[in-house]
Each structure stands twice: as C-alpha cells, then as structure tokens.
T-cell receptor, first 113, second 117 residues
Framework: DAKTTQPNSMESNEEEPVHLPCNHS???????IHWYRQLPSQGPEYVIH???SNVNNRMASLAIAEDRKSSTLILHRATLRDAAVYYCILSRSYGGSQGNLIFGKGTKLSVKP | GAVVSQHPSRVICKSGTSVKIECRSL??????MFWYRQFPKQSLMLMAT?????????EQGVEKDKFLINHASLTLSTLTVTSAHPEDSSFYIC?????????????FGSGTRLTVV
C-alpha cells in the first residue's frame, strides 16, 4: 500500500478553521483517500473519504489535489472535541473485496480554547 | 450508520491464561473483519484479516497460534490471545467492512484494553 506523510502535530484555536495536510506522492489510480480520527482510548472514527473530487460532509471537507499526490482535511470550525489524532490512509479499494487500512503515525491535533 | 460492538472494553488476566475478545457488527453483515493492536503512544498495527468462513490472514511477525481468530458468522469475529504474557498487554481494536455499497466502508470497535499481570 502507498504511504502517507503527515505532520506529527498541529495546534488550532477553538472556532477557527483547521487544515490538516497529507502527502501521498506514490498514490495509484485506484487508491481511495481515507481520513479517520482517534480520541484517547477509543477506536478510530470515520471522518471522510474521497477518490478524485473534493468531498464535503457534516464533519469536514476533503480537498484533493489535481494530481492526487496530496490532500487536505478541513475542519471548518474546530471545537475542543475535535482534539484527536487524525490519520490519512490510502486503501486500494473501497467497500470491495480487497484492501485494508494501514495506519501511519497521524497528526495529533490540539485545540486551544 | 454502521455500528461495531467490541467486548470486553477492558480485561485483566493472569500470565499464562487465555483471553477472548469479541467483535460484532450490529446492523450490517461484515464479510471481512480486521484486528489491530496499539501500544501506548503508537499507531494502530494491523495484526490480521479475517474473512467469514475461511482462515484468517496474518501480517508478518504476528503469531497465528498465539492470536487465534475465528470469523464463524457474518456478524461475529473473535480474537483469542492464548497463553498471555505481560508483553501482550495492549489496546486491541477490531474493524469490520461490509460488502460494496457500505456507506462508511470501515467501522471500528471501541477497543479492548488488555492487561496481563
């Protein structure tokens, strides 16, 4: 599976937007981009996923570069509950018969009140 | 949305005993389930992939005789840590994936904190 690179940590102020970057320069044409987040002592939680086009849902937005070699998770207004480790993961297929999620180190997001 | 229930949430066992962890998909059929292990301040490490009705596929370095995985139905997978030792103490997390069309693709359980004393 292709690897991803994320900053180890980021800080944000409450109620401000947060842009979490992810580089995946070796992404292949069939790799989906997934974002999950993990709060302490909990299992990961789905945030968003995409293939080529930008995606929006109630939690966040995913901006995917035109060459797909990078992406950015956007939290429009950070809250204290958004403090977590955010993982950017590539998967060879989505909901199909192949593929699994290989976690990197992720970005630890701290939110200051 | 899809829900995965993992039980127990925490367990303490004596060295040399076995511990079983259950992972259930509550509102969807999970053809494939994954088991991860996470040590403190580290990321999740994939241990094995189990497909309903067939043998699990273990990642390199994971002892299949020590970490027994059974996926006997489309809604239940179990991980048994056999002859547990203190170094097996960790946070174990399962994940389930439904068939094509699942809205979220991968859903994770809440994890099991295993402490071997």
């Amino acid at each position: 599976d292709a690897k991803t690179t994320q900053p180890n940590s980021m800080e944000s102020n409450e109620e401000e937007p947060v842009h979490l970057p992810c580089n995946h320069s070796t992404i292949s044409g069939t790799d989906y981009i997934h974002w999950y987040r993990q709060l302490p002592s909990q299992g990961p939680e789905y945030v968003i996923h995409g293939l080529t086009s930008n995606v929006n849902n109630r939690m966040a937005s995913l901006a995917i570069a035109e060459d797909r070699k990078s992406s950015t998770l956007i939290l429009h207004r950070a809250t204290l509950r958004d403090a977590a480790v955010y993982y950017c993961i590539l998967s060879r297929s989505y909901g199909g018969s192949q593929g699994n999620l290989i976690f990197g180190k992720g970005t630890k997001l701290s939110v200051k009140p | 949305g899809a829900v995965v229930s993992q039980h127990p949430s925490r367990v303490i066992c004596k060295s040399g005993t076995s511990v079983k962890i259950e992972c259930r998909s509550l509102d969807f059929q999970a053809t494939t389930m994954f088991w991860y292990r996470q040590f403190p301040k580290q990321s999740l490490m994939l241990m094995a992939t189990s497909n309903e009705g067939s043998k699990a596929t273990y990642e390199q370095g994971v002892e299949k005789d020590k970490f027994l995985i059974n996926h006997a139905s489309l809604t239940l997978s179990t991980l048994t840590v056999t002859s547990a030792h203190p170094e097996d103490s960790s946070f174990y997390i399962c994940s389930a994936r439904g068939g094509g069309g699942s809205a979220y693709g991968y859903t994770f359980g809440s994890g099991t904190r295993l402490t071997v004393v």
